[in-house]
């Protein structure tokens, strides 16, 4: 079954670090692009980056620069998202998404993960 | 605020028509492919419409797509109470660097 599986919702306390995981199954993993999204209560989406799970590369959104890491495990086809410096505003559901190759004009994702919930708060 | 704007609600009857806009500008829309997602209540994005106008498998007809130069548009025909959600375009931004989403679209199914 062509899926991606997020770990469990998270609650940290500012100025924590949190690593969510996005296992891949059903497909080739390095055939595609892993993309995180995320979405804050009652709010629209926001893009984060993504990794290249080939090679390893990534191209992080100047907003998180410096304080997001997207990592890969190609043995057990599973992607991280680690994110440093947590505050309140960072609460939100983080979704994985699977995305195509290629120049960033054509993408899109068309699979995509049930979210996982991080929650900031002392 | 997003960059690529999107009225905040739509509304229709069963088996009407409704549009959904999508506002951009030359640095997304108007030299990058669109997409759309649709959000159901309490779940994650499905995408619905990519490179503008195609319709993935398993996406009814009902959906389609258009753009023309920094706007985009999303048509549902034959309104549905499934189609209930929350709608997103989307685009890379070549001045950002950055995979934007509009600011999203309500649809209620009156």
Same mark, same amino acid.
């Given at each position: 079954q062509v899926q991606l599986v997020q770990s469990g919702a998270e609650v940290k306390k500012p100025g924590a670090s949190v690593k969510v995981s996005c296992k891949a199954s059903g497909y080739t993993f390095t055939g595609y692009y892993l993309h995180w999204v995320r979405q804050a209560p009652g709010q629209g989406l926001e893009w984060m980056g993504r990794i &290249?799970? &080939?090679?390893g590369g990534t191209n992080y959104a100047q907003k998180f620069q410096g304080r997001v890491t997207m990592t890969r495990d190609t043995s057990i086809t599973t992607a991280y998202m680690e994110l440093s410096g947590?505050?309140? @505003? @960072?609460?939100a559901v983080y979704f994985c998404a699977r995305g195509t190759l290629g120049f960033a004009r054509y993408w899109y994702f068309d699979l995509w993960g049930r979210g996982t919930l991080v929650t900031v708060s002392s | 605020q997003s960059v690529l704007t999107q009225p905040p609600s739509a509304s229709g009857t069963p088996g009407q028509r409704v549009t959904i806009s999508c506002s951009g500008s030359t640095s997304n829309i108007g030299s990058n492919t669109v997409n759309w997602y649709q959000q159901l209540p309490g779940t994650a994005p499905k995408l619905l419409?990519?490179?503008?106008d195609q319709r993935p498998?398993?996406?009814?007809?009902r959906f389609s797509g258009s753009k023309s130069d920094t706007s985009a548009s999303l048509a549902i025909s034959g309104l549905q109470s499934e189609d209930e959600a929350d709608y997103y375009c989307a685009a890379w931004d070549d001045s950002l660097n950055y995979y934007v989403f509009g600011s999203g679209t309500k649809v209620t199914v009156l």
């Open positions: &290249n799970p &080939n090679s947590l505050r309140s @505003d @960072d609460t | 419409i990519y490179i503008n498998s398993g996406v009814p007809d």
